[in-house]
């Protein structure tokens, strides 16, 4: 099934120069909430691989398998569908390079505080400090031709809230390279499109993703909880379910060469455009 993004990218080109190569696998795990409607506990796997300017996630969720690849000089992102055998591609034109992207329709308010707490603590041998974060997303504001007015009714007065902290590691192999993609990709619009087509999307995840670009570290742990606020049918049935836990934990990280073919749509593939 062809998957609309429904937005293009804003991307400006970044001219530094990196000297290595990083690959970065994350486990995340999903529990309550929604997930227990089936049965079990949900464990995507992300491998994200950074060259440059360039960055490739491979993401397994089970049924779901995808990959993206950003490409923060020429203002491209690629959607890979490996079930489907098809490449997605976005592009910015280069006359819009500089301009904000305008807000895709139907997208909810969110708003997002990240800050530092002071303390700090050894994980895997590695030193971290925390930091907290909350964002809150307004569900009444979801509209769009996606969504049937029946539903968009029922998220009237529902709110998603998200809290938890993150643990964020300067000191690891290939810290410098990952910094400073994350701040380029993060002063763009590509972190939310990433965020949107990674088969496993929580609402507000792509504009927390833009607050951690702006750290000075690599989110080595993270551990949020999201809770629904609010008044009607959907709201109530939610908190019923019960809050939803997100665990996202760094297991491996490596510098070791990353090749340039994996930063293009394999052969065979269908490109839709």
Known sequence: MKRSLGTLLAVIVCAAVLQADVTLVQTTTIEGGMTAMGGQNMSPTMTSRIKGMKART???????????IADIAARQVIVLRPDQKTAQIITQPASGADAPPAPAPGTPKVDTTVAPTGRSQVID????SEYTFSTSINMS???GPQMPPEAAAMMKDVRMILKGSMWVATEVPGAAEYIAFQKAAGATD?????AGVSGVNVPGMGRMMKAMGNLNGMAYLTEMTMTAE???QMAEMMQQMGPMKITTK?????????????FKVPEGYTVIK
Not at 125 to 128: E, L, N, P, S
Not at 190 to 194: D, I, W
């Open 230 to 232: 609010g008044t009607g």
């Open 250 to 262: 760094v297991t491996s990280i490596n510098t070791d060469a990353v090749s340039d073919d994996l």
């Open 58 to 68: 491979d993401i397994n969720a089970g049924p779901v398998q995808l990959a993206t």
């Open 125 to 128: 041998g590695i030193k971290c």
């Open 141 to 143: 504001e979801m509209s």
């Open 190 to 194: 590509l972190s939310s499109v990433m």
